[in-house]
């Protein structure tokens, strides 16, 4: 196994100097960080800082522009389609909104990409997805189609079915989005044990800063395409850098603007040309 | 002035683009190695878009029919010839009406599902969690339809033809009372099958695999909210009847040596 060699490496993933921009917009300008094998590393910054591009950017689903991604030791954007593929396999990827495949039942989801990826026999892909959907507690509702479940319980399949293949690197967009408080402690509870038990790096991008601090070893703070502030969460709680701060502290307003740029307002509602505000423009 | 040559210029630009990656998707999907081991997810496909599509199209083929017997016996009753009525539908129907007005028809029934389907599966990140499973969505998803398209459009328009000239026999011989012999050895003597029914499964081979690819790329494509859904849903429908319209005036110039 080729990937022997690469185990040895301390950082699991590295990106370093890394330039993106969406048409004239920039994400990221130059930003570097690493991940460590083996902990839970927290990505977190305000909402469009690029906290999901940059796993898309880790998952080969975009390229930067310049700056190198490499997981593994192997560099990403170098990589062919077909080797992109390969190394996805150990790879798990956990959509905001779950992204279960809508026409196949709760079993079938888990078991696919056990059956397009390995050629076990049925009774052993059954006996997998079942221990996989019991670890989330769903093994109850195996027939269940995606539609019937709640937001909760689609994210929690979903989970079953990011590490159906058993990947060494998870990768959470946002797991706590949107959770009521029990599911939401469940779903902390998951990633803290199939991190301990199965020694998977984990990647969370989240805004939840107590959820995430909770559990992560690591955290990187992101702001206008860089990283402005990592350590670990107690560190960075003591920071004293302003602009992690309003983050952590959640001050609506500081150096990040609660307004987005906007002309001045006693002119704008003085002026009143409406025709720039009609719904029906 | 200068901004109708830039816009025209984009416009150029956007076109030629998406061209090349609507053919760069086909390319992938269709050209790398078809997997046997995905001849399941063809198979289901093909019922999706020919098993489900072959009602309407059957209703459709018998109007048509129908309608070219009511009319054509109208005009050629005039010259004492209504014995060609036989020859004249079925001229009509395998080598044009068959192939365009099942052409147009899979383009709205199945095109657009296929539209919504994939654009759909875009929308919820599935096709992207397809990608970071490890497995490729134009093989997966794209591939098969593509293929289902090509092998279910010509059936349908051969359906669509059978159809219609029961149709018009129905319409013509029992009816309308032309004399039954002459209505089915006109037929039997005018209609060759390498000249014109062979010519007409060609066409629709062309409109099938044009469709698909169109309904496909739009998806693939598609802004992913509802708005974008919905547009690109419109814009199948909307090129692929124009691209059979079009396509079929190319062909017959070819094929039929003018």
Avoid: C
């Avoid at chain 1, 307004?259 to 505000?277: K, M």
């Avoid at chain 2, 129908?66 to 005039?78: E, I, K, P, R």
């Avoid at chain 2, 499964?201 to 598609?222: C, D, H, N, R």
């Amino acid at each position: 196994m080729n990937n022997d060699v690469n185990n040895a490496t301390e950082d699991h993933i590295t990106i370093s100097d890394v330039v993106f921009s969406r048409g004239r917009r920039r994400i990221f300008d130059g930003i570097s960080l690493q991940v460590p094998r083996g902990k839970i590393v927290g990505i977190m910054g305000p909402s469009g800082t690029g906290k999901t591009t940059l796993l898309r950017l880790i998952g080969g689903q975009l390229r930067p522009e310049r700056g190198i991604v490499e997981v593994d030791g192997r560099r990403i954007p170098q990589l062919s389609r077909k080797e992109l593929f390969d190394v996805r396999k150990s790879m798990g990827m956990l959509f905001q909104s779950g992204a279960l495949f809508t026409d196949l039942s709760v079993f079938d989801n888990v078991a696919f990409p056990l059956r397009v990826h390995t050629d076990l026999p049925d009774d052993m892909i059954r006996d997998l997805v079942l221990i996989k959907l019991q670890s989330v507690g769903l093994r109850g509702a195996s027939e269940l189609f995606p539609g019937e479940l709640s937001g909760g319980m689609n994210r929690r399949v979903a989970l079953a079915r990011a590490i159906a293949l058993d990947p060494r690197l998870i990768m959470y967009d946002e797991p706590f989005a949107g959770l009521d408080p029990i599911a939401l402690g469940v779903v902390v509870q998951l990633i803290k044990t199939l991190n301990h038990v199965f020694g998977m790096t984990s990647i969370i991008v989240s805004h939840d800063i107590h959820e995430t601090a909770s559990i992560a070893d690591l955290i990187y703070v992101i702001s206008d395409g860089k990283v402005i502030g990592s350590g670990a969460p107690q560190e960075l709680f003591k920071e004293d850098s302003p602009r992690i701060q309003q983050f952590i502290k959640g001050l609506p307003d500081g150096p990040v603007p609660f307004h987005y740029p906007a002309t001045d307002f006693r002119d704008q509602l003085l002026n009143r040309d409406i025709s720039n505000h009609s719904v029906f423009r | 002035m200068l901004a109708n040559i830039r816009h025209l210029g984009q416009y150029g630009i956007d076109l030629l683009t998406a061209l090349g990656r609507a053919g760069s998707i086909w390319w992938q999907a269709i050209w790398r190695r078809p997997r046997l081991a995905n001849a399941h997810l063809v198979f289901r496909q093909i019922y999706q878009l020919g098993v489900l599509s072959v009602v309407i199209t059957v209703l459709s083929g018998f109007s048509i029919g129908a309608v070219l017997a009511l009319q054509g016996y109208n005009q050629l009753v005039n010259y004492g010839s209504e014995s060609a009525l036989g020859l004249g539908v079925a001229l009509v129907l395998v080598m044009e009406i068959g192939p365009v007005v099942s052409g147009l028809l899979f383009a709205g029934r199945a095109g657009s599902a296929v539209t919504a389907e994939i654009g759909l599966m875009k929308a919820t990140e599935q096709l992207s969690s397809m990608e970071m499973i490890g497995v490729d969505p134009l093989q997966r998803i794209v591939a098969p339809r593509l293929w289902a398209g090509f092998i279910s459009m010509p059936i349908l328009a051969l359906m669509f033809s059978v159809v219609g000239i029961w149709g018009s026999s129905l319409i013509g011989v029992d009816w309308l009372g032309v004399y039954e012999g002459a209505f089915w050895s006109t037929m039997q003597d005018g209609v060759d099958f390498h000249s014109h029914v062979l010519k007409g499964i060609i066409k629709s081979v062309v409109f099938g695999l044009v469709v698909t690819w169109i309904a496909v790329y739009q998806g693939y494509e598609a802004e992913p909210s509802s708005e974008g859904i919905s547009r690109a849903t419109t814009r199948t429908v909307v090129h692929s009847s124009v691209a059979v319209l079009v396509l079929d005036f190319f062909l017959t110039l070819v094929m039929f040596n003018f």
